[in-house]
């Protein structure tokens, strides 16, 4: 009985250690009052990516762009199509998405399932994206993303500052190496967050 209390404890020891590695960011750059990071992920050679900003704007400006997907002119150039599922404003976003790759790779195609969900207290918002399997059909010419997360943390603060926290992590599938996609994966949420910045300040 005591070396299996050993043994469990030794365990938990090693889960909790992976868990504390895996939620270790790594600064990379600040640009334009936007800080990047990326992190390792446990049993992936790709790596996932977080931008901080402080914004002095509304919280109605920010939400007419996060999480509303009728606003999507200022998505990233690359998104092709978007195809809105089912929308159930503040609550429940369904979309699907194709993404154009540059030669010689493959365009992508992506379903999203996001659960937005208020703090009734602090006004926070949170809204986290998973892959939605079974609703659209794969297609030969385009390669389905399958292994992707996505969360937005939308914080007010005071004297109109909001707090943002853009986190991510994508598999783009097929043959892209790891090495490129780590290296340019910093690029994503800068351009995102830079184009919410243009929008809700006019700067």
């Excluded at 002119?73 to 429940?92: F, G, T």
């Excluded at 399997?133 to 914080?155: A, C, D, F, H, M």
Aim: glycine share 6%; aromatic share 10%.
């Amino acid at each position: 009985r005591r070396l299996f209390s050993v043994q469990s404890i030794f365990i938990f020891s090693i889960l909790i250690s992976n868990a504390l590695w895996a939620q270790s960011w790594i600064f990379i750059k600040e640009r334009d009052g936007i800080k990047i990071y990326t992190r390792k992920e446990n049993n992936s050679s790709l790596k996932s990516f977080m931008g901080v900003m402080d914004v002095t704007t509304t919280m109605e400006k920010v939400s007419a762009l996060i999480g509303n997907v009728k606003n999507t002119s200022w998505w990233d150039e690359n998104v092709r199509q978007i195809n809105v599922l089912s929308y159930e404003e503040n609550k429940h976003i369904q979309y699907y998405l194709i993404y154009h790759a540059p030669w010689p790779l493959a365009d992508r195609d992506l379903c999203v399932d996001a659960t937005i969900s208020i703090d009734p207290m602090t006004g926070k918002r949170v809204i986290y994206s998973l892959p939605l399997s079974g609703r659209i059909p794969e297609k030969p010419n385009l390669v389905r993303i399958k292994n992707y997360w996505q969360r937005w943390t939308i914080q007010p603060g005071e004297h109109g500052i909001i707090h943002l926290i853009l986190e991510g992590y994508v598999d783009p599938g097929g043959s892209v190496p790891a090495w490129l996609y780590n290296m340019v994966i910093t690029e994503t949420p800068l351009n995102i967050l830079r184009g919410i910045q243009k929008r809700v300040t006019g700067i």
